[in-house]
Structure formats: C-alpha cells, structure tokens
C-alpha cells in the first residue's frame, strides 16, 4: 500500500484573478469536476492507497478538510506548517512521521495543483514505479514532452525510455532557454519534471542524512513538538523557522546516485498559467474555450471566463486573449503574455489593493461570506453556513447588525436569549450585543447581513466561545 503524501500550499498567483494568497490554485473551482485538490486525492485513492497525508498550511486547514468531506475521502492526516518552507521541510516531515509506523512506508509524494485526464493510466504509471521504490530507489516521475516549454524543469535520462520501465537518471536540467528546448525534446531522453516522487520512508530519510543532514534536526524538533488541533497536526513553528526553505530537487535528489524515472504521457499539465487553462479547455473550431456566462463573437484562439454569474462576459474580434472576470477584479492579457500574471499581482500589492491577495469569498471553518456592497458606513454581506455550523459567541464595538435569512433556518443567540428566524424573518443585534448566530437544519443556511457603524473591519470581533478554538 501506497501513502499519499498530498502537498497543499502556493501562493496563488500565476491563475490570479481566480487563484489568490488567500485561496491558492488547487482549491479553486478550475473546472466543473471538482477542484484540483479534490480530483488529487481521488486519483490517488482507493485500491493500492492508504488514507492520504496533507500537509498544508493553517490558513487552508478547514478548506482542506471540508473538500475531502465533500469527496468521501477521511484523511490520515492533515499537518498544518507554521508557514510555507518549499518541499523539502514538508517531505521530511512526512518521512519522519511515516517512519514511526513503518520504516518502509511507500510514501507517493504529489502537488495538488497539476491536472490528469487519465486517472488509471496514472494509477498504473505509479504502480509501475514500485518495484523500483521497493529495491531502495528514489523514484521520480517524467512527463513526455509535447512541446519545446521553457518554464519547466527537465530530467536527463541515462536511455531513452521505453514506455513505463524505470530509467536511470542522468541528471536534472534547470529551466532552458528555447533553443535548449527544442534540442532536448528532440533527442526523446528528456523529460519533464513533474515534482513527484515514490519512495521508502527509510530511504529518503537516508539520503536527508546523507545530504542535507542540516535539515533534519529542526524539522524532527518541530515533529516532536507538533501539537494535536481539532484534528489536525500543527507542527512546532520555533524549530520548523529553522528549517531551510529549499526544494527536494536542490537539497538530496541532485546529490542522490539511486534515481530512477518513470516515464508519464497521459494528458499532464501543472496548470501554471492561464495559456494552459486554454489548452486543457474544450474549444471550438477557432480555439475558443469560454466558461460562465461568456460570449465569444468572431475570436480566435481564446479564452473567455467569467467567474460570477452577474457579470456577462462577451469578447468581439478577439485573436489570442485571455480575459477572466471576477466579482471583484478582471484581467485581459494577451496570450504570450500569460506568464507574466505575477506581474500585475505584484503591481496591485504595491497599490495595496486587496484583490491581489484576497478572495471575494472570505472561507471560514463554519461556511463562507461574501461582501455585496459597501459604503463609509454601512456593508452587506451575504453569509453561507453549512449545516450543523456554529460561528463564535461574539460582539463588536463599533457596528450594529441586521440579519436577514433568505435560505434555510438560523438559531439566533442574543445576549443569552435565543430564537429561531426563518426564511423572510430578520432579527436586529445591536451594537455591544453578545450574539451567535447557528445552523441548526441539514441543508445550508444563507442570510443577507447589513452592518452599520463606525468601523467595519474583520479585527472587530470580541470572541466567548469558539468552536473551532479561534482567538
């Protein structure tokens, strides 16, 4: 059996507007069958795989748990870094955790943001690694290359493949200019770097000693002093500041001699760019995808997404264009210029615009709200809870609050007295009142909040009782 190990970080920005700080990439809705994340951890599980480990950071935790519940998969474990340190210290600390249950754990290390159009073709690729993760090698799978890309890694093979037999490798390539590109993917013994590798716990801990030995001390302290949290795993932050932020690649699998490849071909994309949503999106006969309310008229070769359902998008004449449209925030580049995404994140942080790091949807561990409006002193927000969901029992300082329930029923707690308001009731919390507000049904809960008051910000939120143990 097979443990995934499911790494769940990122910073959002190469698929901005849609993927932000707040919510990466991987839990984005990219397509309609479900996220990148939930569609990782189907395809690895069931036959051959044991309960996934998710490393993830404190941010995503609840995100993280509500999307596997809502794929019907229970997760072994979800540890949660006190911030993000590459891949190195997080496969450590998967290794070191795994290696107390079993020292030859096969830990299948994936990202959470790359896109399979084959599940079982990748099931059997990973499966064809084994044998070769059994006998002690570090195993590493390559993606053939379709095309000369600059953007990625490449793994220099001692042969040329022959279909899925491990293949020595050779060496690993940094990102190559064009020419180089073309050249390797000529000469069919480069391959892709996907960033995921099949090994024993014992033997990747072995060559951490061997390599990097620097690292294990502070990622073992911060192990063994990792802090159980309403289910998950928090790893110990003064040890794991410790640890070096540097990849797997540059830390033991350069220095390592028992690497092996497993050649993948079956419809792989990191999906690290809006050139790529286009490529892996159905198009029609002039190349051009459109999701959401979006129109295409007399455009070719691009891509037209509208992320809300208020807002139509339409493009005329276009020719090679990315255009995404959120509540909040669009964005319209030119298709050679989708790598350049990062770009305007940086320019809008220098703004201080929340659009580049804030999602319009604020998750929370008990549902999610969104802001409809809001003025110098008044918001309206639309909050969603899921069933059987509590927020804190709270008050604020400076706002006063009128709740009205549009979806469902809440049970509604204001200064010790509680009721039930339906469908079309509203209820009133005044400004200083200690108030809760539940779901107590089996479906969600939706309701209009209209805040009034001085100020109105997030930090003014005096909590009693949490749930979900928050300060």
Known sequence: MITPVLLCG???????????????????????????????????????????????????RFIVAEQLQEVGIDPGT???????????PAILAAALYLSKQDPDALMLVAPCDHAFNDAEAFRATVQAG??????????????????????????????????TTPVALSRFVEKPDAARAAEMVADGRHLWNGGIFLFRASDILTAFDA???????????????????????????EPWARAEDISIDFAVMERSKNLSVVPLSHGWSDLGGWDAIWRESPQDEKGVATSGPATALECENTLLRSESDRLELVGIGLKDIVAVAMPDAVLVAHASQAQSVKKAVDALKKKSAAQATQFPKDHRPWG????????????????????????????????????????????VT??????????????????????????????????????????????????????????
């Not at 779901?439 to 997030?458: A, D, F, R």
Request: a neutral charge.
């Open 10 to 60: 990122g910073s959002g920005t190469r698929l901005w507007p849609l993927s932000r700080k707040s919510y990466p990439k991987q839990f984005a809705p990219v397509w309609d069958q479900g996220t990148l994340f939930q569609r990782t951890a189907q395809r690895l599980s069931g036959r051959d795989y044991t309960a996934p480990l998710v490393i993830t950071a404190s941010d995503f």
């Open 78 to 88: 979800i540890m949660l870094e006190p911030d993000g340190r590459n891949t190195v």
């Open 130 to 163: 084994v044998p070769a993760a059994l006998k002690g090698d570090l195993v590493t799978f390559g993606i053939t290359p379709s095309y000369a890309e600059t953007g990625y890694g490449y793994l220099q093979l001692a042969a040329e493949p022959d279909g």
């Open 211 to 237: 390599s990097a030995p620097t690292l294990v001390e502070p990622v073992r302290a911060a192990l063994e002093g990792a802090q159980p949290d309403l289910g998950f795993l928090r790893l110990a932050p």
């Open 368 to 411: 999610w709200f969104e802001s409809l409006a809001r003025g110098k002193r008044f918001q309206v927000k639309r909050i969603h809870v899921h069933p059987g969901a509590a927020l804190s029992l709270q008050s604020h300082n400076h706002r006063s609050e009128h709740w009205i329930v549009v979806q469902g029923t809440a049970k």
């Open 414 to 471: 204001i200064d010790g007295k509680e009721e039930l308001i339906t469908e079309n009731q509203s209820v009133y919390i005044p400004l200083g009142a200690v108030h809760r507000m539940e779901n107590p049904g089996k479906v969600p809960m939706v309701l209009i909040e209209v805040q009034t008051g001085s100020y109105l910000g997030e930090d003014d939120i005096i909590r009693y009782e949490d749930v979900y143990a928050r300060s």
